[in-house]
């Protein structure tokens, strides 16, 4: 089992910055890729950014790429999404997962991760 923990939303003017973390329990969590998703009102819940168990693969949403950056410190427990340039249309929940699957360095859709943060409110003001 993992649990996930986000910390770091908030709000923001268009522009600025935040940083998100997720803290993971468990001694296997450098074996998971993890992922930021996020969800608007109304929309469905998206893919931000994912990252291999490593950390040496990542992927990036076009909507996010250049803007966020996904990393981890394995060493901590913890997952990391370092948001630059934030624009009105950022505005979401932002989850943290894990997926518990092989095959695969990372995942892209929702389905396919195992374990979820209970997410944490970025909103982006212009």
């Known amino acids: 089992q993992v649990q996930l923990v986000e910390s770091g939303g908030g709000s923001v003017q268009a522009g600025g910055s935040l940083r998100l973390s997720c803290a993971a329990s468990?001694?296997?969590?450098?074996?998971?890729?993890m992922a930021w998703f996020r969800q608007a009102p109304g929309k469905e819940r998206d893919i931000a950014a994912t990252?291999?168990?490593?950390?040496?693969?990542?992927y990036h949403a076009d909507s996010v790429k250049g803007r966020f950056t996904i990393s981890r410190d394995n060493a901590k427990n913890t997952v990391y999404l370092q948001m630059n340039s934030l624009k009105p249309e950022d505005t979401a929940v932002y989850y943290c997962?894990?997926?518990?699957?092989?095959?695969?360095?990372?995942?892209?859709?929702?389905?396919?991760?195992?374990?979820w943060g209970q997410g944490t409110q970025v909103t982006v003001s212009s």
């Open positions: 990252i291999s168990a490593s950390g040496g693969s990542t």
């Open positions: 997962a894990a997926s518990s699957r092989y095959g695969k360095v990372w995942y892209v859709n929702a389905d396919e991760y195992d374990y």
């Open positions: 468990g001694r296997t969590f450098s074996r998971y890729p």
